[in-house]
């Protein structure tokens, strides 16, 4: 049983470091505008690699006349469904062998087995967004999928480490909670500016095209899709309201710090200065990232980097919560 724990346990650290570079493959392919590639799922103008020879490109043009062959766009998207598809794969093994050790009370079974729905609900998400034209709202959606996954593997390697002790409330603990919710709200905030091409509507900073307080469009900033609109490529949004998206990621990025600044202290009195130092250094490299991104221009790597940090910080704030669970603070 311990060899199979021990399996199980490097399992799920494999499971997590695919996962986190399915998220960074995603963030990439999403930045590039890669994300209708393929115009087909799942696989690419019906083949399963992109097609590259020229009777091959002929017969991808003739069956999808609207979107012509552009290897350097169909690349991406394709090695990103093969990393994805390989972490289903793993995630499925962790549910059948969570579920052949379900006796074993050291190891989590809830877990394993709501990551093979969410997996599956994630491909889903990955159909739709090419079906539906990289609709909004489905690739905030997708985006979110991937940091949820990435979040559960990553608490399922800490519960087998930890042998699935159950964790004790506490105060701080708390207050981690509600770190982690301020958090996701954020990295929300972050996949839907993203998703309506809102990142660099706004140039300066801390200005918004020069205002501390720029026109806002709350009720466009969140209008789901156009009717008629087969693609949001690019977006689908009006000026006002792709500045007030941008807008409000920026105020969740600054009631994010405060808050996190607040909790770092918090543990730093209660002697846990590791975790706190861990926290601030991340939280300050996310914050450099976010405004590189406005005053350069999205540069691809700054902007991929903002993703990845982004899911780092998630995973922080995953790691405190559990382990002042564990402590009871």
């Known amino acids: 049983m311990a060899s199979k724990k021990t399996f199980l346990y490097r399992l799920s650290l494999f499971a997590l470091l695919l996962a986190g570079v399915v998220v960074l493959l995603g963030a990439y392919t999403r930045l590039v505008d890669a994300g209708l590639g393929c115009p087909d799922w799942p696989g690419c103008y019906g083949f399963m690699t992109v097609p590259d020879s020229h009777e091959e490109i002929q017969q991808a043009e003739a069956a999808y006349p609207h979107a012509p062959v552009e290897a350097d766009k169909a ?9 994805a598809g390989s972490l289903g794969l793993v995630i499925a093994l962790l549910a059948l062998l969570a579920i052949k050790s ?11 087995l709501a990551l093979a729905v969410l997996v599956v609900f994630q491909a889903a998400l990955g159909m739709w967004t090419v079906t539906l034209g990289l609709l909004p709202v489905v690739v905030m959606g997708h985006l979110l999928g991937g940091f949820a996954t990435l979040s559960l593997l990553l608490l399922l390697y800490l519960k087998i480490r930890d042998n699935n002790s159950p964790p004790t409330a506490g105060l701080l603990r708390t207050l981690a909670i509600i770190g982690l919710v301020i958090v996701v709200i954020q990295v929300t905030l972050g996949g839907w500016t993203s998703a309506n091409y809102a990142a660099i509507i706004c140039t300066d900073f ?10 806002l469009d709350f009720v466009g900033a969140f209008q789901l899709h156009t009717e ?3 693609s949001y490529l690019g977006g689908h949004l009006g000026n006002d309201a792709r500045v007030t998206i941008h807008w409000l990621h920026r105020l969740g990025a600054l009631i994010t710090t405060i808050y996190l600044v607040f909790l770092h202290v918090k543990l730093m009195q209660a002697g846990f200065k590791k975790m706190a130092i861990w926290l601030m250094l991340v939280l300050l490299v996310q914050v450099t990232l976010g405004i590189s991104n406005v005053v350069y221009s999205l540069p691809l790597v700054v902007a991929v980097a903002h993703n990845g940090v982004a899911a780092l910080l998630l995973l922080t704030m995953v790691t405190i919560t559990h382990r002042l669970g564990r402590s009871g603070a």
């Not at 690349?75 to 990393?83: G, I, K, L, Q, T």
């Not at 379900?102 to 394993?112: F, Q, T």
């Open 75 to 83: 690349w991406p998207e394709m090695v990103h469904r093969y990393f």
């Open 206 to 215: 801390p200005t918004c095209q020069g205002l501390m307080l720029p026109p």
């Open 228 to 230: 008629g609109l087969d």
């Open 102 to 112: 379900r006796h074993d009370e050291s190891i989590p079974l809830k877990l394993p």
